[in-house]
């Protein structure tokens, strides 16, 4: 009896995660059919996978592998605030009186933003979940905010952007809200109605088991481009990888978008190493605007797939940017650092070298050129 008990002890946990590869919504769906021949014809994709445009080492030794999940689970010093970050609510009127001329943006931490240009509302990789995790149990776990931030609290929003599947860029429940609200709103209620789904190629699969319709979703292959309105959307390159579990890694793709409307000219970097692939974006499109890239979630055991802070910086030169706004921090424990450690870096980076930098508290609607909006909110926090 007491073998029974414990072999049913170290059973369990397989039998879990078996379980929710196998039937759990928040894993989705892997691509299939057309979606699938149309990913295979992609020249990055070989030998049964996407690959990055350079050389992208994401091999760990089994003993760093469990060095660096034990410190996760056991916690390091400051990964995670000890109070409530202080943010602002949300102010879905003044975000209406927005002039169409204006570039406007709202960050909800992380890789979540609201991005206002000709008038139009996008919605990047929104994430208002609980966790970044295929557990609705375990798992990374969002801050604590002195505001709440769910799919309630936003305008109409006109299309999301997708940059890839993980789980902290694509949540289960936040899409499955969006869904909702799009259903009462052809029922008559108000809410956001008509929205449109940019997405890498690849991600409609989750997108459509999750309860999508098919022709609201558009997925783009590197450098294809989609017009929204006045927008043109052009998806391209990062040095990532995808995949939300361990069997589909590489299956869907994975990208940025450059976002041009009638006057501005914005780039959305989400999750990307450092790689030649900022020049290029800067010598093809000349210059931009704001570029908004990822600022944590760095290590010195994956440093091909999310820059140093000071890389975030050479990348905003790369991209030839008027100003950099730091994202992908502000929310979750992705690394082994401490959690404002990302911001004080690329913060001292830019200085150095006179970049100017945007870095809005949380929920503040702040506009492109707005160059008050650099406040340094995070110090004497911890």
């Known amino acids: 009896m007491v073998a029974f008990i414990l072999l049913a002890l170290l059973l369990a946990p397989l039998l879990v995660v078996a379980y929710v590869l196998n039937f759990s919504p928040r894993v989705g769906a892997n691509p299939s059919g057309e979606r699938l021949q149309r990913i295979q014809r992609q020249p990055n994709h070989k030998d049964g996978k996407l690959h990055n445009l350079i050389p992208t080492d994401m091999r760990m030794p089994p003993r760093t592998m469990f060095k660096v999940m034990w410190w996760m689970l056991r916690g390091g010093e400051g990964r995670e605030p000890e109070r409530p970050l202080p943010v602002f609510a ?114 409609g699969a989750h997108l459509e088991k999750w309860g999508v319709p098919s022709s609201a979703i558009t997925e783009l292959a590197w450098w294809e481009e989609e017009q929204v309105g006045s927008v043109k959307l052009t998806f391209a390159p990062s040095r990532h990888f995808t995949g939300r579990a361990m069997t589909n890694r590489f299956s869907t793709l994975w990208g940025s978008f450059v976002i041009e409307g009638r006057s501005r000219r914005l780039y959305f970097g989400a999750d990307s190493g450092y790689s030649p692939t900022f020049k290029e974006l800067g010598e093809r499109f000349g210059s931009f605007d704001l570029v908004m890239l990822e600022c944590g979630a760095y290590s010195e055991y994956w440093p091909d797939i999310h820059m140093f802070p000071e890389e975030t910086v050479q990348a905003a030169q790369d991209l030839r940017a008027a100003a950099l706004m730091p994202i992908h921090w502000g929310k979750f424990a992705l690394g082994l650092h401490p959690w404002k450690e990302s911001i004080e870096r690329v913060t001292k980076k830019a200085d150095e070298l006179g970049l100017p930098l945007l870095t809005p508290r949380i929920g503040r609607i702040i506009t492109v050129l707005d160059r008050s909006s650099s406040e340094k909110w995070w110090e004497g926090l911890k």
């Open 90 to 203: 949300f102010d879905r009127e003044a975000w209406a009186r927005v002039p169409t001329d204006e570039v406007a943006i709202a960050w909800f931490g992380h890789s979540t933003m609201l991005i206002k240009v000709d008038g139009l509302t996008f919605l990047t990789d929104p994430v208002f979940g609980a966790r970044a995790s295929m557990f609705s149990f375990a798992g990374p776990e969002r801050f604590a905010y002195t505001e709440h931030f769910d799919v309630s609290i936003l305008p109409k929003v006109d299309a999301v952007l997708l940059s890839h599947d993980h789980y902290d860029h694509l949540c289960y429940e936040t899409i499955k809200a969006l869904v909702a609200l799009s259903e009462s709103a052809r029922s008559g209620a108000q809410a956001p109605k008509g929205i449109r789904y940019i997405a890498a190629l690849g991600v």
